[in-house]
């Protein structure tokens, strides 16, 4: 049997792996899903302190004057808050973007605007912008009912990793 000369050192197959292969690339993944959730946490966080101070001012708003379209604007902005809010525990939860939610906030945005400037106020151009883009939003809403649910049993992320698993190994 050959053994190795004293003084020369022993190669162990863990100085064989490239320095780039011995990072788990499942570990790093683990890391930065929590950095990733613990941004989301942050956002709600901010989110629900941005809210709070806002029914301050509303409730502030309420009382002091009677003007409809700010009151209305104030209500709105908190609704659309409350949505965001609601969007970032969905993706807490699920660890994805829920589509319908985002596009009722984005629907709620617009006619927030609306409502903040006056319909008569606004140029007929802006309308037509904002009515097509509504019709957008609502088409949106209807195609998100027929597309296939991709996080209802079947997901087709795991798939692929679990395929390049078996390659792998």
């Not at 097509?132 to 079947?154: E, H, K, Q």
Request: proline share 5%; aromatic share 8%.
């Amino acid at each position: 049997m050959n053994h190795p000369p004293t003084g020369t050192p022993v190669s162990t197959p863990h100085d064989a792996i490239p320095w780039h292969q011995q990072f788990r690339r499942s570990q790093i993944v683990q890391s930065l899903e929590a950095v990733q959730d613990l941004i989301a946490i942050s956002l709600c966080l901010g989110l629900f302190g941005v809210m709070v101070l806002q029914l301050k001012r509303t409730f502030s708003t309420l009382f002091s004057t009677s003007e409809f379209h700010e009151v209305t604007a104030d209500i709105l902005f908190i609704l659309i808050l409350v949505e965001l809010f609601r969007l970032l525990i969905i993706y807490l939860q699920e660890q994805r973007v829920s589509i319908g939610v985002a596009v009722e906030i984005a629907i709620v945005s617009v006619l927030r605007e609306v409502i903040v400037r006056g319909v008569l106020e606004t140029d007929w151009q802006q309308i037509l912008a904002v009515c097509l883009f509504l019709m957008t939003m609502a088409l949106l809403m209807v195609v998100r009912v027929w597309l296939p649910p991709t996080f209802a049993g079947v997901d087709p992320e795991a798939q692929v990793s679990a395929r390049v698993r078996q390659q792998q190994e």
